[in-house]
């Protein structure tokens, strides 16, 4: 199985700020990624697939890169409402999280 | 838009089954654009994908819990379901049910979740 590892698992930012976030892969996957981003209480959302593609209604502040076995999310300007944790998935796995902190 | 729905005891006692279902609306569960999925997060945790069906009826599940699961599609109730047999207490967690458009990578839409308590 392939096992995705993110990070960092904890990240300190405050608003305006850019962040971003690592996935990298056991063993090379294309470009066969998402990102979900996840509030307290909620269901995971779709933020990205393909590596790169931003899903429908996703502000254009979040965007993806990578290919092979290292991914990037990024965020260019936060945003209060974007703290929250973040997942990357392939397939059948899931990276552990990247919780995203007020500074 | 599609909207899905989980249901099912709140409490399972170990040993025994734990039953839910996820009720579709919006769109059809014999859709062949679909994949339906299961997916859960333990208390504090990250998420674990347990497995997943298509409308032809081809199940995909987790290695770790392949022995214990079992998905299945309900197309008169526009429903499907997860079955996890022998539960622990190890297997408390929100359980989420969700859909993934196919040839794309990712769950586009997801139900609330459903906090199932392993527990005597």
């Known amino acids: 199985d392939i096992q995705l590892t993110q990070s960092p698992s904890f990240l300190s930012a405050s608003v305006g700020d850019r962040v971003t976030i690592t996935c990298r892969a056991s063993q090379g996957i294309s470009s066969y990624l998402a990102w979900y981003q996840q509030k307290p209480g909620k269901a995971p959302k779709l933020l990205i697939y393909?590596?790169?593609t931003l899903q429908s209604g996703v502000p254009s502040r979040f965007s993806g890169s990578g290919s092979g076995t290292e991914f990037t999310l990024t965020i260019s300007s936060l945003q209060p409402e974007d703290f929250a944790t973040y997942y990357c998935?392939?397939?059948?796995?899931f990276g552990q999280g990247t919780k995203l902190e007020i500074k | 838009q599609l909207q899905l729905q989980e249901s099912g005891p709140g409490l399972v006692k170990p040993s025994e089954t734990l039953s839910l279902t996820c009720t579709v609306s919006g769109g059809s569960i014999s859709s062949s654009s679909y994949y339906w999925g299961w997916i859960r997060q333990p208390p504090g945790k990250g998420l674990e994908w347990i497995g997943s069906?298509?409308?032809?009826?081809?199940?995909y599940y987790n290695p770790s819990l392949k022995s214990r699961v079992t998905i299945s599609v309900d197309t008169s109730k526009n429903q499907f379901s997860l079955k996890l047999s022998s539960v622990t207490a190890a297997d408390t967690a929100v359980y989420y049910c969700?859909?993934?458009?196919?040839?794309?990578?990712?769950?586009?839409?997801w139900g609330q979740g459903t906090l199932v308590t392993v527990s005597s």
């Open positions: 969700a859909s993934q458009t196919v040839r794309r990578d990712g769950y586009d839409h």
């Open positions: 998935q392939q397939d059948r796995s």
């Open positions: 069906i298509y409308y032809s009826g081809s199940t």
């Open positions: 393909a590596a790169s």
